[in-house]
């Protein structure tokens, strides 16, 4: 058990829908950063966030967004979705913001599929 | 600019095999280098790490050594066991302050008894 919980685990939904994916980093932990992980992509980088800041962005698609609350929940947020969305999103977390260590620790993920 | 390029799966091997996972990078510094490990089910996992020319990284029996001359970071294990089948990810850390982490396409691991 890493200590990152994701929710939800397995979501379906239709295509122009939107959905939200809630990220709990470990106790102590001030970064999250969310990755998407397809079949033909691999694993890509999409954003970071450090202590309710963005701090580095990847290749993340207009129709998405993210944000880091103050208790450091992480939310991402996946809009006007197509099938090319199907993928299963990692959050992973670090207790430091920059420089990174390259020392991350994550969730299970969340498998988004859209129909 | 910066990419990693890993070794493409997937791998079957018998137990007590020797593995070698190639993994090379393409960087105009000397990014940190790690593997990590996807087990069936779960997310990612640190495996190992090195971070300057030389550096040997070693965990659970696996070993890598950051080849500066060859930009290589290649992962190797002397015998296999089953309980090893995963998918197997070298990630180079580019970028300086602004760092992150840039994924290979993982290699699955697939060890036979």
């Known amino acids: 058990d890493s200590g990152v919980t994701q929710t939800p685990k397995h979501l379906i939904t239709a295509t122009g829908q939107r959905v939200t994916l809630r990220c709990s980093p470990r106790?102590?932990?001030?970064?999250v950063y969310w990755y998407q992980q397809s079949l033909d992509q691999g694993l890509q980088f999409l954003i970071q966030y450090y202590n309710g800041e963005e701090r580095a962005k990847g290749n993340i698609l207009e129709r998405f967004s993210a944000q880091q609350f103050p208790d450091l929940h992480s939310e991402l947020n996946l809009s006007s979705l197509e099938l090319g969305d199907s993928a299963l999103y990692f959050c992973?977390?670090?207790?430091?913001?920059?420089?990174?260590?390259?020392?991350?620790?994550f969730g299970e993920g969340s498998r988004l599929t859209v129909l | 600019g910066n990419s990693v390029t890993q070794m493409e799966g997937p791998v079957t091997l018998s137990e007590e095999a020797f593995l070698t996972i190639n993994c090379t990078y393409t960087a105009t510094g000397y990014p940190s280098l790690f593997w990590y490990v996807q087990y069936p089910g779960e997310g990612l996992q640190l495996l190992l790490k090195a971070t300057k020319a030389d550096d040997k990284g070693s965990n659970k029996g696996f070993e890598a050594t950051y080849r500066k001359e060859t930009t290589s970071f290649h992962l190797e294990k002397g015998s296999v066991q089953v309980s090893d089948s995963a998918v197997y990810f070298c990630a180079p850390l580019f970028g300086g302050s602004q760092g992150n982490l840039i994924f290979g396409k993982g290699t699955k691991l697939s060890v036979k008894p």
């Open positions: 992973a977390s670090s207790i430091q913001g920059t420089p990174n260590t390259g020392e991350l620790f």
């Open positions: 106790s102590g932990d001030l970064s």
